[in-house]
T-cell receptor, first 109, second 115 residues
């Protein structure tokens, strides 16, 4: 069974304090690993797709990396507007997404 | 872009009535659409996958007669919750992709409250 575990469950940072969010996974045949951002009461917003170990992608203050067992979402010098829940999901060969429970990030000004 | 809309954003209904939720891909053709359910502080749970013009594939434990899904065009899928009960109250989110294996883009969600 495909599994995704995200840690920590919640993270509180001071504005400008860089950190990383972890996503560990087990999947039978990884087709892709996805990161989404979800604001309260809204649907997930697509951030990145990673397809193979060693791949990295960046967007503004966010950088996602991938190994064979986990992915990291690095946040550099976060701002209060980066506060949200970050979801990790893996796509197996059956094309279904399996989501983790998410990491709730709070950035204090 | 890849914009997906949902309507309504919020609905309150009486127990026993049916509720229809629409999901539209606004700027791309979606061969495949997905319906999820999300409980507070929980991950998204896939309910069903629908491909345009064919019957939806439901996940184990999801009642197909209760959650009717129609994907009549490349830009529209509907989820009808039939004979709704309070335990059906939840946040329902759809997603759409150009092809089944491609990136899923999510709608803003629909909050359903059954009294």
């Amino acid at each position: 069974e495909d599994q995704v575990t995200q840690s920590p469950e919640a993270l509180r940072l001071q504005e400008g304090e860089s950190s990383s969010l972890n996503c560990s996974y087990t999947v039978s045949g990884l087709r892709g690993l996805f990161w989404y951002r979800q604001d309260p009461g809204k649907g997930p917003e697509f951030l990145f797709t990673l397809y193979s170990a060693g791949e990295e992608k960046e967007k503004e203050r966010l950088k996602a990396t991938l190994t064979k067992k986990e992915s990291f979402l690095h946040i550099t010098a976060p701002k209060p507007e980066d506060s949200a829940t970050y979801l990790c999901a893996v796509q197996a060969t059956n094309s279904k997404l399996t989501f983790g429970k998410g990491i709730t990030l709070s950035v204090r000004p | 872009g890849a914009v997906v809309s949902q309507h309504p954003s919020r609905v309150i209904c009486k127990s026993g009535t049916s509720v229809k939720i629409e999901c539209r891909s606004l700027d791309f053709q979606a061969t495949t659409m997905f319906w999820y359910r999300q409980f507070p502080k929980q991950s998204l749970m896939l309910m069903a996958t629908s491909n345009e013009g064919s019957k939806a594939t439901y996940e184990q434990g999801v009642e197909k007669d209760k959650f009717l899904i129609n994907h009549a065009s490349l830009t529209l899928s509907t989820l009808t919750v039939t004979s709704a009960h309070p335990e059906d109250s939840s946040f329902y989110i759809c997603s759409a992709s150009r092809a089944v294996q491609e990136t899923q883009y999510f709608g803003p969600g629909t909050r359903l409250l059954v009294l």
